[in-house]
């Protein structure tokens, strides 16, 4: 599959909680739209310190990763961003890798807003169509444990 952009907005989490709660303006929260390069090779998004900067995000611990030509190092994970793609939204961390040449939409991203990429019209679609479907493998409150099929053997 060949690569594509999507058009994403990136927002400083950490700004919009701070305006949320009257602590600094609307005007006041950095926020960039910016063009990302599509990577269901990559997990995370990926941004560059240029972004980093303008949204002001700090770093919050590291993680090994390896690069495309093999090559593992450690890179600084940010705290919070929004990332926004048409009307869908989620809060997640970003990679940092310093000297990136484009920002990078993985599959974390992708997964936390139910998209795919779609490769014969090399853009990225709902999995789930217009809205966004989040499964959840939980027990229903109230209900019963459902139980292993080795104890229902007893």
Known sequence: MSTFSETITLTNAVDRGLAERGLISRAEIRALTLDACVDTGSWFLVINE?????????????VLSELADGTTAEYGMTEGVDVR?????????AQLIPTAN???????????LDLMADPV???LVG???DR?????????????PRRREAETRR
């Not at 793609?85 to 961390?93: A, G, H, P, S």
Request: aromatic fraction near 8%; hydrophobic fraction near 40%; avoid cysteine.
């Open 132 to 144: 966004a479907v989040y499964r959840l493998k939980t027990a229903i409150p109230g209900g019963p």
């Open 50 to 62: 240029e972004v980093r900067a303008a949204l002001g995000l700090r770093l919050k611990g590291t």
């Open 85 to 93: 793609w048409k009307d869908r939204e989620f809060t997640l961390r």
């Open 121 to 123: 019209d090399e853009r």
């Open 127 to 129: 999995r789930h169509g």
């Open 102 to 112: 484009e920002v990078l939409f993985g599959a974390a991203p992708m997964e936390s």
